[in-house]
Protein backbone atom coordinates (compact mmCIF):
# COMPACT_ATOMS: atom_id res chain seq x y z
CA UNK A 1 0.00 0.00 0.00
CA UNK A 2 1.51 3.30 -0.96
CA UNK A 3 1.22 6.03 1.42
CA UNK A 4 -0.41 6.46 4.66
CA UNK A 5 -3.80 4.88 5.86
CA UNK A 6 -6.47 7.48 5.44
CA UNK A 7 -7.69 8.40 8.92
CA UNK A 8 -11.66 7.31 8.99
CA UNK A 9 -13.78 10.77 9.75
CA UNK A 10 -16.07 10.67 12.79
CA UNK A 11 -19.91 11.06 11.41
CA UNK A 12 -22.07 13.09 14.19
CA UNK A 13 -25.72 11.52 14.92
CA UNK A 14 -28.61 12.39 13.23
CA UNK A 15 -30.69 15.40 14.50
CA UNK A 16 -33.91 13.32 15.05
CA UNK A 17 -32.66 10.28 16.39
CA UNK A 18 -29.38 10.49 17.88
CA UNK A 19 -28.39 6.91 15.55
CA UNK A 20 -24.96 6.95 14.16
CA UNK A 21 -26.55 4.75 11.70
CA UNK A 22 -29.33 6.56 10.57
CA UNK A 23 -26.78 9.58 9.74
CA UNK A 24 -24.74 6.97 7.60
CA UNK A 25 -27.64 5.66 5.80
CA UNK A 26 -28.54 9.64 5.00
CA UNK A 27 -25.13 10.42 3.50
CA UNK A 28 -25.31 6.80 1.44
CA UNK A 29 -28.92 8.60 0.12
CA UNK A 30 -27.40 11.95 -0.50
CA UNK A 31 -27.10 12.68 -4.12
CA UNK A 32 -25.14 15.77 -4.94
CA UNK A 33 -24.24 17.34 -1.56
CA UNK A 34 -28.30 17.51 -1.09
CA UNK A 35 -27.90 16.22 2.57
CA UNK A 36 -31.37 17.76 3.50
CA UNK A 37 -33.76 16.20 0.69
CA UNK A 38 -31.93 12.90 2.31
CA UNK A 39 -32.87 13.54 5.49
CA UNK A 40 -36.28 14.33 4.52
CA UNK A 41 -36.92 10.96 2.53
CA UNK A 42 -35.35 9.09 5.46
CA UNK A 43 -36.81 10.73 7.86
CA UNK A 44 -40.66 10.87 6.28
CA UNK A 45 -39.83 6.78 5.11
CA UNK A 46 -39.71 6.60 8.81
CA UNK A 47 -43.05 8.56 8.94
CA UNK A 48 -44.93 6.18 6.83
CA UNK A 49 -43.68 3.03 8.42
CA UNK A 50 -44.72 4.39 11.75
CA UNK A 51 -48.81 4.98 10.06
CA UNK A 52 -48.02 1.20 8.11
CA UNK A 53 -48.53 0.18 12.05
CA UNK A 54 -44.77 -0.86 12.72
CA UNK A 55 -44.17 -1.04 15.77
CA UNK A 56 -41.16 1.94 15.71
CA UNK A 57 -39.65 2.80 12.80
CA UNK A 58 -35.73 2.89 14.35
CA UNK A 59 -36.34 -0.76 15.31
CA UNK A 60 -37.29 -2.07 11.59
CA UNK A 61 -34.23 0.32 10.38
CA UNK A 62 -31.83 -1.75 12.38
CA UNK A 63 -33.42 -4.98 11.93
CA UNK A 64 -33.39 -4.15 8.06
CA UNK A 65 -29.72 -3.41 8.12
CA UNK A 66 -29.06 -6.47 10.15
CA UNK A 67 -31.07 -8.57 7.44
CA UNK A 68 -29.46 -7.04 4.31
CA UNK A 69 -25.69 -7.12 5.87
CA UNK A 70 -23.64 -10.31 4.63
CA UNK A 71 -21.11 -11.75 6.28
CA UNK A 72 -18.94 -13.68 3.41
CA UNK A 73 -18.25 -12.85 0.21
CA UNK A 74 -16.58 -13.90 -2.93
CA UNK A 75 -13.26 -11.55 -4.31
CA UNK A 76 -11.66 -12.45 -7.30
CA UNK A 77 -7.84 -13.82 -7.07
CA UNK A 78 -5.51 -14.73 -9.96
CA UNK A 79 -3.54 -18.29 -9.35
CA UNK A 80 -1.70 -19.67 -12.20
CA UNK A 81 -3.84 -17.55 -14.86
CA UNK A 82 -7.31 -18.99 -13.66
CA UNK A 83 -9.17 -16.22 -11.70
CA UNK A 84 -11.04 -17.88 -8.80
CA UNK A 85 -13.90 -16.50 -6.89
CA UNK A 86 -12.36 -16.75 -3.33
CA UNK A 87 -15.04 -16.78 -0.33
CA UNK A 88 -13.95 -13.67 2.46
CA UNK A 89 -15.10 -12.38 5.62
CA UNK A 90 -16.87 -9.59 5.18
CA UNK A 91 -15.38 -6.59 7.14
CA UNK A 92 -17.32 -4.56 10.26
CA UNK A 93 -18.11 -1.72 8.25
CA UNK A 94 -18.13 -3.22 4.86
CA UNK A 95 -21.08 -5.26 6.17
CA UNK A 96 -22.66 -1.53 7.64
CA UNK A 97 -21.88 -0.45 3.75
CA UNK A 98 -23.18 -3.14 1.75
CA UNK A 99 -26.58 -3.47 3.10
CA UNK A 100 -26.95 0.29 3.16
CA UNK A 101 -26.47 0.33 -0.46
CA UNK A 102 -28.50 -2.82 -1.51
CA UNK A 103 -31.23 -1.14 0.47
CA UNK A 104 -30.95 1.91 -1.63
CA UNK A 105 -30.30 0.37 -4.91
CA UNK A 106 -33.53 -1.39 -4.03
CA UNK A 107 -35.61 1.44 -3.05
CA UNK A 108 -35.01 3.21 -6.66
CA UNK A 109 -35.02 0.04 -8.79
CA UNK A 110 -38.58 0.40 -7.95
CA UNK A 111 -40.83 2.94 -10.16
CA UNK A 112 -43.72 5.11 -10.13
CA UNK A 113 -43.61 6.30 -6.00
CA UNK A 114 -41.87 9.25 -3.57
CA UNK A 115 -38.51 7.65 -2.81
CA UNK A 116 -39.89 8.03 0.99
CA UNK A 117 -42.53 5.44 -0.19
CA UNK A 118 -40.19 2.90 -2.01
CA UNK A 119 -37.87 2.91 1.18
CA UNK A 120 -40.12 2.66 3.50
CA UNK A 121 -41.17 -0.53 1.87
CA UNK A 122 -38.02 -2.04 1.12
CA UNK A 123 -37.07 -0.94 4.51
CA UNK A 124 -40.67 -3.06 6.08
CA UNK A 125 -39.40 -5.69 3.42
CA UNK A 126 -35.99 -6.33 4.95
CA UNK A 127 -37.00 -6.45 8.36
CA UNK A 128 -39.20 -9.25 7.85
CA UNK A 129 -36.09 -10.99 6.22
CA UNK A 130 -37.61 -10.54 2.23
CA UNK A 131 -37.29 -7.82 -0.59
CA UNK A 132 -34.53 -7.33 -3.21
CA UNK A 133 -31.94 -6.42 -1.09
CA UNK A 134 -32.03 -9.60 1.43
CA UNK A 135 -32.08 -11.34 -1.95
CA UNK A 136 -28.92 -10.22 -2.77
CA UNK A 137 -27.59 -10.85 0.47
CA UNK A 138 -28.53 -14.18 -0.32
CA UNK A 139 -27.09 -14.47 -3.26
CA UNK A 140 -23.23 -13.08 -2.55
CA UNK A 141 -24.20 -15.94 1.09
CA UNK A 142 -24.15 -18.46 -1.96
CA UNK A 143 -22.27 -17.18 -4.42
CA UNK A 144 -19.79 -17.97 -1.40
CA UNK A 145 -20.98 -21.26 -0.23
CA UNK A 146 -20.99 -22.55 -3.74
CA UNK A 147 -17.15 -21.15 -4.05
CA UNK A 148 -15.82 -22.53 -0.51
CA UNK A 149 -14.12 -24.93 -2.23
CA UNK A 150 -10.94 -22.37 -3.15
CA UNK A 151 -11.14 -20.82 0.06
CA UNK A 152 -7.67 -22.42 0.43
CA UNK A 153 -6.48 -20.06 -1.91
CA UNK A 154 -7.62 -17.29 0.18
CA UNK A 155 -4.59 -15.79 2.97
Given amino acids: ?9 LILPDTKFGNIHVAKFIN ?5 GKKTVAQEIVYQAFEI ?5 EKDALEVFEN ?6 PSLEV ?20 RYALAFHWLILAARAK ?4 MAQKLADELIAASKN ?3 AVKKKQDVQRMAEANRAFAHFAR
Avoid: F
Avoid at 28 to 32: A, I, N, P
Avoid at 111 to 114: A, E, M, N, T, V
Fill in 111 to 114: KGRP
Fill in 130 to 132: EGD
Fill in 64 to 69: AIKNAM
Fill in 1 to 9: MRGKQAVAR
Fill in 75 to 94: KSKRVGGANYQIPMPVRGER
Fill in 28 to 32: YLMHD
Fill in 49 to 53: ILKKG
